[in-house]
Each structure stands twice: as structure tokens, then as C-alpha cells.
């Protein structure tokens, strides 16, 4: 990959360019990376790869293996960017990658145990769901949520991260988990209240 193996990780990986592409220049960069030249893929690799570690980092807590993810991701985004077609966002092509990419992982590690729920406990989750309807992360910063979001069980992550950010359905989630909907109903209402407590706990220590 594009970058000094000695440098420290947040400057290697975090650090974003000081305006973001424009997008004529992802188009050059993209053709030039479809036609297998190292200077599109570099140019790729270098403005995108912290919004994907970021991305990778709210399913896989761990440093190395988030960084593992991101360049088996990488590996895989330029080999299938013949693929694309320049109809959607770029960026959110290579996402999706991204994002399946860690679940995979977890999925291979064995953390990905779902329990499902009895329709009455649906009932129950779905209106504590309805009452709780204010967020409660105003005056917490990414760093805060993203490290309460560390402290979910890897599967609440996962079922959070796939509807609350991702924007899937109930339904695009069970087909890519190979679950229920009503487990991902339940697992994404247990995901957000054990959320809210934490990030409860986080403002009253500001």
C-alpha cells in the first residue's frame, strides 16, 4: 500500500485531505486505476483510505485488525474496479466493499451470533423504541460515540452500524447476516438502547 510504514497510524490513515476531491478528479482516478496504473490507485488509496478505516472501525474495535480489513479492502476494490460503472458514488461503491469486508471478518472470527426474539418481545422493543425517540449524543464528539460504539457486543454493531449509518432495511440486513428481520429488528433495538446508556453515561462525566 501507498504509505511510510513508519508513520504514525493516525497521520497514515486519519488525517484527510484538506478539501475533498472534486468529482472530474475521482473519475481520472478511477479510469486510471481501471486501466491497472499505480498512480489512479494511489491517488484512490490516499484520499479515501480514513473515511474506510473509519467506516471499518465501527464493526472492528481492533487497531490491527481493522487496518488487516482495510487493505485485504483495498486489494479487493482494485481488483473488481473494472466493475464499476460510474453510476452512483465512487465512494460509496468502495464502502460497501468496505463494509462487507469486515463483516466477513467477523463472521470468519465467530462473532456473529444473533438470538432472535418472540413476536411479544418485538411488541415490547419496538415501543421502548417509539418512546425513546431523542438522541442522545448532542455535545459528544466522534471520538465519544465511536468509542461507545466500541463497547457494543460485535453483533449489536454490526445490526447499529448496517441501519443506523448504512441506511439498509430490516430486510437487506437478514439477507446480507443470513438472519431474520425480526432478529434484526431486535438485535438493532437492543443495539440502540444499550447505546443511549452508554453515551448517558458519557455526558455525565463531561
Known sequence: MWC?????????FVISPSSPPDPAEIRTWVQSAQANESEGQRQIYEHFAGKMLLAIRRYIPGEQ??????QDGFIKVFRNIGGYTFRGSFEGWMRRIMVNMAIDA??????????GESEEMLDV??????EENEPEWAGLDQH??????EQLTPVYRAVFNLY?????????IAIELGISEGTS????????????ELLRQKLKEK
Open 125 to 130: 422493543l419496538a415501543g421502548r423504541e417509539e
Open 4 to 12: 511510510d510504514a513508519g508513520q504514525p497510524i493516525v497521520e497514515r
Open 65 to 70: 485488525e481493522a487496518l488487516d480489513v482495510l
Open 185 to 196: 429488528k431486535s438485535n438493532y433495538a437492543k443495539a440502540r438502547r444499550n447505546l443511549r
Open 106 to 115: 467477523l463472521r470468519s472470527a465467530r462473532q456473529l451470533q444473533f438470538v
Open 164 to 172: 443506523a449509518i448504512e441506511g439498509y432495511g430490516h430486510r437487506d
Open 144 to 149: 465519544d460515540i465511536l468509542e461507545a460504539m
